[in-house]
């Protein structure tokens, strides 16, 4: 379960990286907050990342 969170981590990040481009260069971006959740709940269930 671990490896899996760290996985929807790394596409989070890449999402979020994503996202800046878009806001440099004018276009929409999409608006994800699963990164906050996991880590918000990761941190409830004292799960570390």
């Given amino acids: 379960m671990l490896d899996m969170l760290k996985e929807v ?3 989070c990040n890449a999402m ?3 996202q800046m ?3 440099r260069f004018g276009y ?6 699963l990164k906050n ?3 918000s709940r990761c941190r ?3 799960i570390r990342l």
């Fill in 9 to 11: 981590i790394k596409g």
């Fill in 16 to 18: 979020e990286k994503e």
């Fill in 21 to 23: 481009e878009h806001e």
């Fill in 28 to 33: 929409e971006a999409t608006n994800s907050n």
């Fill in 37 to 39: 959740y996991i880590y």
């Fill in 44 to 46: 409830d269930e004292k």
